[in-house]
T-cell receptor
Framework: KAGVTQTPRYLIKTRGQQVTLSCSPI?????VSWYQQTPGQGLQFLFE???????NKGNFPGRFSGRQFSNSRSEMNVSTLELGDSALYLC???????????????FGPGTRLTVT | DAKTTQPPSMDCAEGRAANLPCNHS???????VYWYRQIHSQGPQYIIH???NNETNEMASLIITEDRKSSTLILPHATLRDTAVYYC???????????????FGTGTRLTIIP
């Protein structure tokens, strides 16, 4: 099976711009989660989507948003970029069956975003 | 989710078993113990998880104490490629949606020495 893919892998943006990151989960996986990783804050949960609905959300401002399509692919959008948004953005997918024990999440390689 | 405590760093000689401890003294009955690792600049990699019983797979073994307040990840024959940050995470099972967020701590930086 192909793993989780994320595009683009690297991105440089200017303060005030917006950015859209894409994640394709492992085939058959319906849950997609997004994480931000910075040297200062470590790995922090952004949000999770399951069956096109946001199921869980972390403590990030409304500038961070996402969506999931019917094929489980997901996009994450950050508007009005700030210097502090420079980070590695990771996407993780899992099978995600409701009411079941938690399934392991498989991570993609990440998108390295640099805001200048 | 229950918090975890791990040593910030450890060294292990190549070819020896690496034993990584994790304390999760406030773990609840329905929380699973998960281990992930992250090699520099890559996404975290799932290693193993367990609830009560010890578990083993092709990568590692997970030993959970009887009171479930601590666990140990064992890499039986460490190689240089095992150098990474190892995260111990506890997660609720049986939620409405089957998957809750992963809360990563600071992890243990394991260095395998040639």
């Amino acid at each position: 099976k192909a793993g989780v893919t994320q595009t683009p892998r690297y991105l440089i943006k200017t303060r005030g711009q917006q950015v859209t990151l894409s994640c394709s989960p492992i085939s058959g996986h319906r849950s997609v989660s997004w994480y931000q990783q910075t040297p200062g804050q470590g790995l922090q949960f952004l949000f999770e989507y399951f069956s096109e609905t946001q199921r869980n959300k972390g403590n990030f401002p409304g500038r961070f948003s996402g969506r999931q399509f019917s094929n489980s692919r997901s996009e994450m959008n950050v508007s009005t970029l700030e210097l502090g948004d420079s980070a590695l953005y990771l996407c993780a997918s899992s099978f995600g069956l409701a009411g079941a024990p938690p399934y392991e999440q498989y991570f993609g390689p990440g998108t390295r975003l640099t805001v200048t | 989710d229950a918090k975890t405590t791990q040593p910030p760093s450890m060294d292990c000689a190549e070819g020896r078993a690496a034993n990584l401890p994790c304390n999760h003294s406030t773990i609840s009955g329905n929380e699973y113990v998960y281990w992930y690792r992250q090699i520099h600049s890559q996404g975290p990699q799932y290693i193993i998880h367990g609830l009560k019983n010890n578990e083993t797979n092709e990568m590692a073994s997970l030993i959970i104490t009887e009171d479930r307040k601590s666990s140990t990840l064992i890499l039986p024959h460490a190689t240089l490629r095992d150098t990474a940050v190892y995260y111990c995470i506890v997660r609720v099972g049986g939620s409405n949606f089957g998957n809750e967020k992963l809360t990563f701590g600071t992890g243990t930086r394991l260095t395998i020495i040639p």
